[in-house]
């Protein structure tokens, strides 16, 4: 049974911006340690593919009050 990596975009990135843009949030049936806080898209997807795990990008509320500025 492959693991899952549960990851989503950062809340504060600007459009066009060169820093990487994702966070992973949880990881399940797998024995991963993380010590990146953000990530590129490129990054997590070579990581699920080494471990042979599924991606799950979480989705945001869009009533959230960080995302309100």
Do not use: C, N
Request: net charge positive.
């Amino acid at each position: 049974m492959a693991g899952k990596i549960f990851y989503r975009e950062r809340v504060k990135t600007k459009e066009g911006a060169q820093s990487p843009r994702f966070r992973i949030i949880a990881v399940s049936g797998l024995d991963l340690k993380v010590y990146a806080s953000h990530l590129r898209k490129k990054e997590v997807a070579q990581i699920a593919k080494e471990t042979k795990a599924d991606l799950v990008l979480l989705k945001r509320d869009k009533k959230s009050k960080s995302l309100k500025k």
